[in-house]
């Protein structure tokens, strides 16, 4: 398993490395630069100007310089932040991100197993399909109509009722602050769950090992936790894979609608304002972030199922 | 639809269609598929709501950019002055808008669906039948992709080279191929060592003549299933853009922009979000249940 490991970590950097080749050369090769602003800036100035962001040096030059300058988690100056450079928004944003997305994954995992397993157990009733139901509400509603949704009653309509929550911004995280962010957040995971764990755990309870252990005798809440559980949770792993790149363009979303300053409102406000250096760090951070998330669910997956063993990649 | 009747006018067209006599698979999968209620309604609902959006722009009083002037703040629904669904912030029509942005979302699921279908299919099939060290390299780059978060860069290169129409689809359709491609990978490889293969490699077909002739046809209907499936996520992913500001531009308008007006017009207006988000809503739902629909259909377990 360690020389499995050893593999894709290898496989990752490269790509990595590709993702942020492919970014630079983009980026510096499209006609238009930071400074062509609505007004123009004069030749001289510009000239400093371009000297100071090294834009003046060849472009394999800025390319090392940058590559280096990533080893050392510098992901360069903002263009657009002037005092600030895109590491320190970085940090700035991401444990915000962080945050939410992971109080939305577990809020998430928290809802979404349960009920997938209670519509599974109940296939083809009514309880199956009140939720089967809304799970499809879920995922076909976007989370930017959601959000709004959400202001609208909690925000607006709620306004002079006990149930009031804060439409919007982030005052250090207080508590009300993040109730609809992350619920927001949450729902389309939870939907999503909910399909995922009732699929997967009425074709557990269909295997054999799973009549058999009825058949011993065994009661069937043992049955369903000891043993069908744990071969319907397989998919509910893989799902965390790509749910990292879900989080991450969810949080371009939810941060806008309610202003939180994550790394999802940066890069929005970075597309937006052309702001090069920042969009990039972003996006090479969320690769980074994805590759991570599906090397740690390869690794996970093994732990839950022993016939997966990993003596060559799979294909 | 029973049996064809091959005397008939209908029959004659399908056998001159090059149609098989009896009934077909594809027959078959379609009274499947009209005998599923949620799929059935959802078709119609679809097809109502393609038409509405073409026809309607040209049917109305009012267009998606006139400005009326008489009530340049956002109305109720008036009928007789034919806002039937009331106006925007700026007093334009609200339905026009509505029908208009929904050919604009439409268009660009279908069209950008359009692209991803024909690189996915071209690099899934030559990938599957040829085998060997094109495959590998062909879905290791597949394997690469995956890794990439894909939504950023349509971002980074709406930014790049401007907001346009054309780019939109071009560059959604260029990240949502990457499934497609797999699953036909997949069903050519099983597709690969069937007899009418040899066959027709016996009798000297090409190598591109058998991917076209015999590969493609044979792959189609998983393929539909997957592109019932792939419109709405386009679709979503278009008004995702166009709510962060980063999609179509004014004057022009899609569904995702409507719910960004609307957004802003929330306490006072929620009809403006309203109306737009329920018409996608309802879109993404009949899509979704079409493809569900589909797949039942063409499943050949369920026979």
Redesign the interface.
Known sequence: MWSYFAKRVAI?VP?LW??ITV?FF??RL?P?GPFDAEAPVPADILVNLRARYHLDDPLWRQYLDYLVGLLHGDFGPSFKYRDFNVTGLIAQGLPVSLQNGFSALLLAIVIGVPLGIFAALAQNTRRDYIVSAAA?TG????N??MG??L??VFG?WLKDSVFHLPAGGWDDGAFPNRILPVFCLALPYIAYLVRITRGSMIEAMRANYVRTARAKGLPFRLVVMRHALNSALIPVVTFLGPAT?FL??GS??VE??FQIPGIGRY??QG??N?DYTL?MG??IL??AL??AM?LLVDIIYSLLDPRVRYNEAR? | MTGVNLSSPHGEALKAAGEVDGRSLWQDAWRRLLANRAAFISLIVLVTLGVVSVVGPYVLPWTYDQIDWDHVEAMPPNFAMGHYFGTDSVGRDLLARTLFGGRISLMVGILATTVALTIGVTVGAVAGFVGGKVDQLL?RFVD?MY???????V???????GRNFILMFLAIGAVEWLTMARIVRGQTLTLRNKEFIDAARASGGSTTAIIIRHIVPNVLGVVMVYVTLTI?QVI?LE??LS????GIQEPMTSW?ML??D??AE??IN?RT?IIP?AF??VT??CF?FLGDGLRDALDPKDR
């Open positions: 990752g790509t590709a993702i970014c983009l980026m499209t238009g499809m995922i076909v509603i976007p930017f109509v709004q949704v202001i609208l607006v790149a991450l363009t371009m979303v806008t609608i890069f929005v597309a937006l052309r969009v972003v996006t969320s690769a994805i590759i599906n294909s | 879905m690469l890794a990439v978060p894909l939504t950023f860069f971002i980074i290169l709406m930014v790049l080279f709405p979503l008004s995702f709510f962060l500001g980063l995702g719910i960004n609307g957004a929330l306490e929620p979000l988000a996608m809503t993404l739902f979704n």
